[in-house]
């Protein structure tokens, strides 16, 4: 069976199996400014380790804006991502807060969501 799905070209939809499994493959990448070289070599570290270990990176650019980093969360909740490492705007707390509730493991990179207890990677002041 697997051989005749091979030489059609056969590819298994990923949405589908997620659903079975409760495990999409994906993580999910939220950085404020993909043009600052900062934030591109993360996107570039994140994705290289994520694909030594299988993973998929889903790569958001919030262009600086809490109402398209907040769509972006939520595209990463409709996507059902494994793990999300953001870089949260000023209000990006909401829906940060509502990835972790979907059980998703968060850690925010760079800034910190005020009054919350995410994991942070974050330099020293």
Wanted: aromatic share 4%; with cysteine; net charge negative.
């Amino acid at each position: 069976m697997r051989s005749a799905a091979q030489e059609l070209g056969y590819l298994s939809n990923a949405h589908t199996r997620s659903l079975r499994s409760a495990h999409s493959g994906v993580i999910g990448l939220v950085v404020p400014d993909i043009r600052n070289p900062y934030f591109a070599e993360l996107a570039s570290v994140v994705e290289n380790a994520c694909l030594a270990h299988g993973w998929a990176t889903l790569l958001c650019n919030a262009d600086e804006s809490p109402d398209q980093f907040n769509r972006y969360v939520d595209t990463l909740r409709r996507q059902r991502v494994d793990g999300a490492i953001v870089t949260p705007t000023s209000s990006g707390g909401r829906a940060v807060t509502e990835l972790v509730d979907d059980g998703v493991q968060v850690v925010c990179v760079d800034r910190e969501i005020t009054r919350s207890s995410l994991s942070a990677v974050t330099s020293d002041p």
